[in-house]
């Protein structure tokens, strides 16, 4: 969310779908210069775009993952935009409205489409035993099994359909990685034999004579078998067969033929060419539809066809952007007039490319470090991004204006949310205390002792649990908030070894016009209706207001047996701490707010919020679970503390055992860390700890406050394994390391929690 321009409310949304070489332009574009009052919003497959000029780079080994990719989360943090990282499968024209599989529809004033192409697959047997490449991603995740497969001794012939110059970088990109690989373990590839399949009378048929006859000669040279003319028209488990008859027999078929469309575009009445294709003017603008744009691959320009080509998507960008900002402006477009000869810099596999211009060829490593030179310089662009603008914080009257005043205000504007919006522990227990409260008979667990929720009698064995939550949104897609706020509202009742039966919500909506209001309403209450649903908790009723920012939380009510409550105290020396999940999202979200957080970092920890802690809190029960508690706001030091001082123990805490979500340690060694960690580090001052260990960056997570983070639990010593092995079949805290530490006798100071480097051994 960009706070600045939250001020306004949304008047108009404008939907990006697809995240390609376009409308990453369009992202930067708007985060350089935002258009108040016109929420932006991306829809992407994936939460990273693969750069098609890398990607034969990528498969030869010559780039990383991440050097061939654009990192689309924190460029819609830059441009201010909601990041919505699911597929669309269709339009609503009539109602302006993106559809999903499995969540509700968005809605658009205006929609600009790049969802690029993918090979179409409209022959016999092509869907079931080839490899199309793309989507690229999921020919990426393939990737690593094909080359697998290749590795055995065993002959191996591959074929490549499409014989245009993405069909054939891809092939001799294949062959020069696997020629490396194997030579670096002292094997040769001599095993893999190489066929090129084109229904065209000779290869890259888009390019001139010389362009062609380089890279037939440079196939020759590398033994691969071209078959021009060829056009395969059955694939069948092990074999191709051809229009003449002819049957070759291949054991892996890569696909790369002609640009298809997705079908959904053509059913839901958009203009588009018999290829399924979108129409578009000149201005880029569909001709059925005005409040619909296009570019990239997936635009047909009625007036100026070019081929398909990631070339043109990237230079459709800026002119895109700017119609996109002159249609919500109601002014008039800006025509667009595609080059009709372009350069293609198409490689050889080896760090060799061949230059085409027109009639124009040339080839060297001089042309392979030119067109690297071009590809990085693009990529930069869009994955180092300018520094975050401080947001203006209001001034301070000057008679108010002391140096905890200019602190707060100051550090207001970048507040987290999610429960790194909670208030501090000490904050807390100090303002409880000044009130003086006081619980009455009944109540077996209260405000006297405070634990994960209240928990009242019912009569006989049964006891009601009520908790509550609520916080700001620190994720900008609605539907997901939705999702995280119910896992995290359920997990105090879970802590508890309680089942949770009915909720009650309380949901802040931002100011805007009715419409907007009532759908991001939808989303975050879709979201949570489908968590609580998951775990069997009926929505019963709630609260609705509007206010500046969305928030939402949630009145839990839930039931336990009264004899089985587990509660914060209880912990016994000798029990091991178990800790269900990895810790780290209050920092990774800080990271997001500031754009600097990699999409996998914030995918990897919204997934760890949305699970359950259900499952793991009955797995700690049946294992003679001491004491339990869920880790949220006050962070894992601090929720272990309130459980030490209930317990009347301390313990020792293996750091490097301690699991952490995977770019946890990179934000806070950037020294990017949650707006509640100040207050959490307070309690510091019960921890042994040598100098090193506190300058780790795992140290500084102990304070890290999570979101609809994991149990934390007390388990007996001899069943700890048992426990973690259950545990890890259910698919919490993959690895050993979520056996943290140990429980031990009360020393002389209360709550001391020591800390080492290592104690793993002592738990084999
Ligand atoms: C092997 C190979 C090599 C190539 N090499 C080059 C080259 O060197 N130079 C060149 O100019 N061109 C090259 N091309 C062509 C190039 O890949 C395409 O022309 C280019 O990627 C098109 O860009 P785009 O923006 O239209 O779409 P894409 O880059 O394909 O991006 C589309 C985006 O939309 C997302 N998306 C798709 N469907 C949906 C959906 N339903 N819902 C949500 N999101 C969706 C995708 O995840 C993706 O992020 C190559 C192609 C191949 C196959």
Request: charged share 20%; net charge neutral; hydrophobic share 45%.
């Amino acid at each position: 969310m960009n706070f600045l321009l939250s001020a306004l409310p949304v008047l108009k949304d404008l939907v990006l779908l697809g995240g390609g070489h376009s409308h990453v332009e369009v992202l930067k574009r708007f985060g350089m210069e935002p258009l108040p009052g016109v929420r932006l919003t991306l829809i992407s497959r994936g939460f990273e775009t693969p750069y098609s000029g890398m990607l034969p780079g990528l498969i030869a080994g010559h780039y990383s993952h991440d050097e061939a990719h654009i990192d689309l989360q924190p460029l819609t943090r830059f441009a201010g935009a909601r990041a919505v990282f699911d597929e669309a499968v269709g339009l609503d024209l009539v109602n302006r409205q993106v559809r999903f599989a499995h969540r509700p529809p968005i809605s658009y004033d205006l929609l600009s489409i790049d969802i690029g192409s993918t090979p179409s697959l409209d022959v016999a047997g092509a869907a079931a035993h080839a490899v199309p490449v793309k989507p690229i991603g999921r020919f990426l995740d393939r990737w690593t099994l094909l080359c697998e497969r290749l590795r055995t001794g065993t002959r191996k012939r591959i074929a490549v359909v499409g014989g245009g110059a993405g069909g054939v970088e891809l092939l001799l990109a294949v062959q020069f990685r696997m020629r490396t690989l194997l030579e670096r373990e002292g094997r040769s590839a001599a095993h893999l034999e190489y066929h090129l399949f084109t229904d065209s009378s000779r290869i890259l048929p888009t390019h001139n004579g010389s362009v062609c006859r380089i890279f037939e000669r440079v196939l020759r040279d590398r033994g691969v078998r071209i078959h021009a003319g060829s056009s395969v028209v059955e694939v069948e488990a092990a074999r191709l067969r051809t229009a003449d008859g002819q049957s070759h027999d291949v054991d892996e078929v890569l696909w790369t033929t002609a640009a298809a469309a997705a079908p959904w575009l053509a059913e839901s009445g958009l203009a588009v060419d018999e290829a399924g294709f979108v129409r578009v003017s000149s201005a880029l603008q569909s001709i059925s539809h005005p409040e619909v744009f296009a570019a990239g691959d997936i635009a047909a320009m009625i007036d100026h066809p070019r081929p398909k080509s990631g070339v043109f998507a990237v230079r459709q960008g800026p002119p895109l952007a700017r119609n996109l900002r002159y249609a919500l402006l109601g002014e008039p477009l800006e025509r667009y007039r595609p080059q009709r000869q372009f350069l293609s810099l198409i490689s050889t596999g080896d760090r060799y490319a061949v230059a085409s211009r027109g009639p124009w060829a040339s080839e060297g490593a001089w042309v392979w470090r030119w067109k690297d030179r071009i590809d990085r310089r693009f990529m930069r662009r869009y994955n180092e991004l300018p520094a975050m603008q401080a947001v203006e914080a209001p001034q301070v009257p000057a008679g108010l204006a002391d140096e905890a005043a200019i602190a707060a205000v100051s550090e207001m504007a970048m507040r987290c949310g999610g429960c790194g919006s909670k208030v501090g522990a000490s904050v807390l227990s100090r303002a409880l205390q000044r009130i003086g409260v006081a619980d009455r008979p009944g109540v077996l667990v209260g405000l006297d002792a405070p634990d994960d929720g209240a928990v009242i009698e019912m009569g006989g064995e049964r006891a009601a649990i009520h908790t509550v939550d609520f916080f700001r949104s620190m994720i900008d897609d609605p539907y997901v908030f939705g999702q995280v706020a119910a896992a995290h509202a359920l997990g105090d009742v879970f802590a508890m070894g309680g089942e949770a039966q009915s909720a009650l919500a309380v949901v802040t909506i931002p100011h805007g016009p009715e419409a907007k209001v009532e759908e991001t309403l939808t989303h975050v209450m879709a979201g949570a209706a489908a968590v609580l649903r998951a775990d069997g908790v009926a929505l019963v009723g709630g609260h609705t207001s509007e206010g500046a920012e969305l928030g939402l939380g949630f009145a839990v009510n839930g039931c336990v047996n009264a004899s089985r409550i587990l509660r914060k105290s209880g912990l016994r020396p000798g029990d091991r701490l178990i800790l269900t999940k990895a810790i780290g999202t209050g920092t990774l979200f800080a990271a997001d707010m500031r754009h600097r957080a990699k999409g996998r970092w914030i995918t990897g920890a919204i997934r760890s919020m949305l699970q359950s802690n259900r499952e793991a809190a009955r797995c700690l029960q049946a294992h003679g679970a001491t004491a339990c508690t869920d880790v949220t706001g006050f962070g894992l030091l601090g929720h272990l503390v309130e459980m030490l001082r209930t317990s009347e123990v301390d313990a020792e805490i293996d750091l490097a055992a301690v699991p952490l979500l995977d770019g946890a340690e990179q934000t806070v060694q950037a020294g990017i860390l949650s707006s509640l960690q100040p207050q959490n580090v307070r309690l510091r001052r019960v921890i042994a700890i040598t100098p090193e260990i506190s300058a780790q960056p795992r140290f500084a997570l102990l304070f890290d406050p999570q979101t609809s983070g994991g149990l934390l639990a007390g388990v007996p010593w001899e069943r700890a394994d048992a426990c973690m092995n259950e545990l890890r079949s259910l698919g919490y805290a993959a690895g050993a390391g979520a056996v943290i530490g140990t429980v031990t006798p009360r020393g002389d100071r209360p709550e001391r929690v020591s800390l080492a480097h290592s104690l793993t051994g002592r738990y084999d």
